[in-house]
């Protein structure tokens, strides 16, 4: 218990920091300079009001000095890194695997916030998450397809590193294959490549069957999410930009927390 309330309130530190990346990474603005600032008047945010969740909810959702409305990404991510957070810990205990698997969520709730808002997926969480995946492959078993069908036994770490690095290059491939093909056809942009390179770092995470079951849940989802917010806003359909990144953020999100860390903790 203690264990996950630690974890929380370390999740909404992580989960501040995101909202920080969120709203400067797709401007090419430092993440370490200037301080927090409001994102409506430009002026700097005193630490008492920038406390995370608690600040939100004291100033009612507005800039102390501007009252600009504070939009309410900032206390969801919080919230929802804290709350992953907590889970990932409460579940597996202070180990490898929750590590990996906070990380992870913290991954994906700063790529759907960054996409929905701004339609920028950043290198800086997919390929560097990707590169994080791989390394944690070494640390944390990661079983599948690819690394049952080596031609030897090695030790098992190099079986979840085969499966990470498999994971991620076979599923970017598939999906920037997609988007060729369209963009042959149709002779317009139909996947940019952040969603390329956000299926490679869900990839290098989840392994080659967890990977393909994401990226056809986040299309079902994608097309039905799509259909749905066109006719309710009278959008035209073949100008509609759908930001594919954040439903495969919630579609790995869902899948990954359920089969690594809430099964295993159903299970004790």
């Known amino acids: 218990m203690l264990e996950g309330l630690v974890a929380f309130f370390a999740g909404l530190l992580i989960g501040s920091f995101l909202n920080v990346c969120v709203f400067r990474m797709p401007r090419d603005l430092s993440v370490v300079r200037p301080r927090s600032f409001c994102p409506l008047c430009e002026k700097g945010i005193a630490w008492y009001d920038n406390i995370p969740l608690a600040s939100y909810f004291l100033l009612q959702g507005k800039c102390r000095k501007c009252r600009g409305r504070i939009p309410a990404r900032y206390p969801l991510v919080e919230l929802s890194t804290g709350v992953a ?71 098992w770490h190099w079986h979840s590193l085969v499966e990470s690095a498999a994971g991620a290059a076979v599923l970017s491939g598939l999906i920037w294959s997609v988007g060729w093909l369209y963009y042959k056809f149709r002779h317009r942009e139909g996947l940019g490549l952040g969603d390329v390179k956000m299926i490679a770092m869900i990839g290098a995470f989840l392994g080659m069957q967890e990977s393909l079951l994401t990226l056809i849940t986040a299309s079902f989802l994608g097309a039905v999410g799509g259909v749905i917010y066109v006719f309710a806003t009278k959008k035209d359909m073949s100008t509609y930009e759908l930001p594919f990144g954040s439903f495969l953020g919630l579609a790995a999100l869902g899948i990954g927390m359920w089969l690594h860390v809430i099964k295993v903790w159903l299970a004790k």
Do not use: H, N
């Open 85 to 155: 957070f907590a889970v990932c810990v409460t579940a597996l205990g202070v180990s490898q695997p929750a590590l990996k698997y906070a990380l992870f969520s913290a991954i994906l709730i700063a790529l759907i916030a960054t996409d929905l808002e701004e339609r920028i997926l950043p290198d800086e969480f997919t390929l560097g998450g990707a590169l994080v995946g791989l390394v944690l492959a070494w640390f944390v078993r990661l079983d599948g397809i690819f690394s049952s069908m080596l031609p030897f036994t090695p030790e």
